[in-house]
């Protein structure tokens, strides 16, 4: 049984965690760099400790000062959320020997799962479709790779070992270019990760990033809660997520879920995770990696599911069963997350900061709004510039969009740009709202300027779009405010707000 929960880490995810704990009725420990003094999740925690200066590296990232803060607070368990100490597998160990519980996986399994090579051995062992690529572990040397490279085909993809995220990441299009890409390549991983290794695995183009969501208790009962589409993203920076996938049906939802609980069970793995898939055209899909974490896009699993994620986490690592077995997950309608950025889509999506002045959260029917952010705090460069996740659920995919429209429109933030411009812009996309998209679709397709692109000649999806494209005209009838007109709302909402208030 917990008392305490010390939650490692900041903005809205620390906030989430916070909520769950005071909903299971288990006290909170924040701690805080200078930067964040005056962050929520600071004031939504029992006790907060001030752990250093603004930069990560002196502060969210300093295991010694965050067992530091346990010793002294008494916590009897640490969740890590994600990014930061989420997947170090000398953190983990590290609260074993002090006697902490790690809310997460076992040493072992981060181990696991973080070589990406030894990933990709281990789940081809059991009986885990992969990419067709190298199968070896341990370092190659650039002549076992040049010899097997061949025998792969082109295209290929060198990958870093270590990596994840699309570090040290190369296309390579032919043998003669092989020996330059995998300098530059290992160049990159090397000073990225401090590990030179690569791997290479076949190319797949136009696919999808599709993921599915497992759950493990320490009594070996594993499950998965579904599938989200991943595919909306820019830079390896996902923009935009949903569940279910428009491009899964049940018979392949089932397929690639036991896929993912057998990708699960073959490290051993407790607690809440994420198997990434690429789904192509043709709808065969592969294992990318696995991610031994609670992750950004977890609430549009919730709203489906109706499961707490963060509370079920909480009560493996108590040592208690899943409270669910695989036949009671039920799908039910459909969720959409958008990421609010502090960054500018008008201007290469320029990172943003600043005070926000002014703040106006969407709320209603099926919307949620996660955030670390309220008026009077300031973004500054320090950290992600993620301010918020605005999801939302409706019966339907159709419904899920215009929602997501309504609350795009309802949000007001002043004092730093946003992406919201973008994320309305997307939902006015024909290809977006008839699910005709891939991971390349927002950096080869997509458009502020201008989201009208040729119309699908898919009639599966056409009762959508007539649905979605009158709705989209009748707004325009009612004069609602469009995006490229967001910063003037804004401000003539601002003054209005003064006025009320003076
Ligand atoms: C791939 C791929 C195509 N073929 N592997 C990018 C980050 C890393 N996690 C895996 N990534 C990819 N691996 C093969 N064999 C395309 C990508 C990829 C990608 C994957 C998921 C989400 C967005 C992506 C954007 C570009 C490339």
């Given at each position: 049984?917990f ?6 880490n ?22 805080f760099?200078?930067?964040d ?54 953190f ?20 696991a799962m ?16 992969v ?16 010899r ?72 070996g ?15 390896h ?35 809440a995770?994420?198997?990434e ?39 493996i690592?108590?040592?208690r ?11 039910n ?9 502090a960054?500018?889509p ?23 709004v ?49 992406n919201i ?35 699908t ?11 979605l ?15 490229n007109?967001r910063?003037?709302?804004?401000w ?9 208030h003076?």
């Amino acid at each position: 049984m917990f008392t305490k929960v010390l939650v490692a880490n900041r903005g809205e995810i620390a906030v989430r965690i916070i909520r769950a704990c005071r909903e299971l009725g288990i006290g909170t420990v924040a701690v805080f760099s200078e930067a964040d003094r005056n962050a929520l999740h600071v004031r939504y925690a029992d006790e907060a400790y001030l752990i250093g200066p603004a930069p990560s590296r002196e502060s969210y990232l300093r295991a010694d000062k965050i067992f530091e803060v346990a010793k002294k607070s008494g916590a009897d368990a640490i969740h890590p959320g994600y990014g930061f100490l989420a997947e170090r597998e000398d953190f983990a160990a590290r609260c074993a020997e002090l006697g902490i519980t790690f809310i997460g996986p076992k040493p072992s399994s981060i181990a696991a799962m973080g070589d990406k090579g030894k990933a990709r051995a281990t789940v081809i062992k059991a009986g885990v479709p992969v990419v067709p690529g190298t199968e070896d572990v341990g370092n190659m040397t650039n002549d076992d790779l040049l010899r097997i490279a061949p025998t792969i085909g082109f295209p290929l993809l060198i990958k870093a070992t270590a990596g994840g995220g699309g570090k040290g990441m190369r296309e390579v299009r032919s043998l003669e270019e092989m020996p330059t890409l995998l300098a530059s390549a290992r160049r990159e991983a090397e000073s990225a990760f401090g590990d030179g290794n690569v791997y290479l695995e076949k190319l797949i183009e136009g696919a999808r990033h599709i993921e599915f969501q497992i759950m493990a208790d320490s009594f070996g009962n594993v499950i998965h809660l579904g599938e989200r589409e991943c595919s909306i993203q820019r830079r390896h920076q996902k923009l935009l997520e949903e569940s279910p996938s428009s491009f899964i049906d049940d018979e392949l939802r089932e397929k690639m879920g036991s896929i993912a609980v057998k990708s699960a069970q073959a490290v051993d793995y407790v607690n809440a995770g994420t198997i990434e898939f690429l789904v192509d055209k043709d709808r065969n899909f592969y294992f990318l990696e696995m991610n031994t974490r609670l992750q950004v896009e977890h609430p549009i699993t919730e709203m489906v599911t109706g499961v707490d994620i963060v509370a079920e986490q909480i009560r493996i690592a108590r040592g208690r069963q899943l409270s669910y077995t695989q036949e009671q997950i039920k799908f039910n309608g459909h969720a959409i997350e958008c990421r609010v950025n502090a960054e500018d889509p008008f201007n290469g999506f320029m990172p943003s900061t600043g005070r926000i002045t002014h703040s106006l959260l969407p709320t209603g029917p099926g919307v949620r709004v996660d955030t670390g952010v309220y008026p009077g705090f300031e973004i500054t460069p320090f950290y992600d510039p993620m301010i918020a996740k605005l999801i939302v659920w409706g019966e339907t995919r159709a419904q899920a969009i215009l929602r997501m429209r309504r609350a795009l429109e309802e949000y007001r933030i002043v004092g730093v740009r946003t992406n919201i411009p973008f994320h309305q812009t997307l939902m006015d996309s024909h290809r977006f709202m008839g699910g005709q998209f891939d991971t390349r679709f927002v950096e080869e397709r997509f458009s502020m300027d201008d989201a009208m692109e040729s119309r699908t000649e898919n009639l599966e999806i056409a009762a959508i779009l007539a649905t979605l494209v009158a709705h989209q005209q009748s707004e325009r009838n009612a004069n609602i405010v469009r995006r490229n007109e967001r910063d003037t709302s804004n401000w003539k909402w601002v003054g209005r707000w003064e006025r009320m208030h003076r």
